[in-house]
């Protein structure tokens, strides 16, 4: 298996969560298969968490294409992103749900990914990373979820990126 490099997260972000659908991630040596994808393109996305411009909490999405986001929702669950793109632009990537836990709750969960990865890198850390083994699938996509707070035109488009059955 071969881990991800930079260049793989230094593009745009909907072609990085399109091609990371069938990519493994790797959390302290278990490894599971990712099933669906989430894009979050800066700024002018109104569901993007940067929309309303760089918070502390957003500082992160500013960063090094790479670079991990993990933030608690509902207070319940971590979710994980990894940010892509050019630095200072701030995009990434929400790492939906793998084969064998779905949901981006289910998946933190299955791996132990918690806050504590926050700021991380999945191109130098030894613990979080993503890798791939040469598996290739077809990907179909939709509407994102859980976006109704953002503009209508926001969320009828289709950057949510699923293996297809």
Avoid at 139 to 144: A, L, N, P
């Amino acid at each position: 298996m071969t881990r991800l490099d930079e260049a793989f997260f230094h593009r745009p972000c909907l072609e990085v969560a399109r091609e990371l659908v069938g990519k493994l991630l790797v959390v302290n040596g278990s490894c599971l298969r990712i099933s669906e994808t989430e894009a979050y393109c800066g700024e002018g996305d109104t569901a993007c968490h940067a929309h309303k411009g760089r918070t502390p909490r957003t500082e992160v999405l500013y960063a090094k294409a790479g670079t991990v986001y993990v933030y608690l929702c509902y207070g319940i669950h971590w979710l994980l992103n990894i940010v892509t793109g050019e630095q200072e632009q701030p995009e990434a990537v929400l790492i939906r749900a793998c084969l064998e836990a779905p949901g981006p709750g289910r998946l933190t969960k299955a791996l132990g990914i918690t806050g504590k990865y926050n700021r991380s890198s999945v191109l130098d850390s030894q613990d979080l990373w993503i890798g791939d083994d040469g598996f290739r699938c077809e990907v179909e996509t939709d509407k994102r979820v859980g976006i109704g707070y953002a503009s209508q035109e926001d969320q009828n488009r289709l950057w949510r990126f699923k293996l297809k059955p």
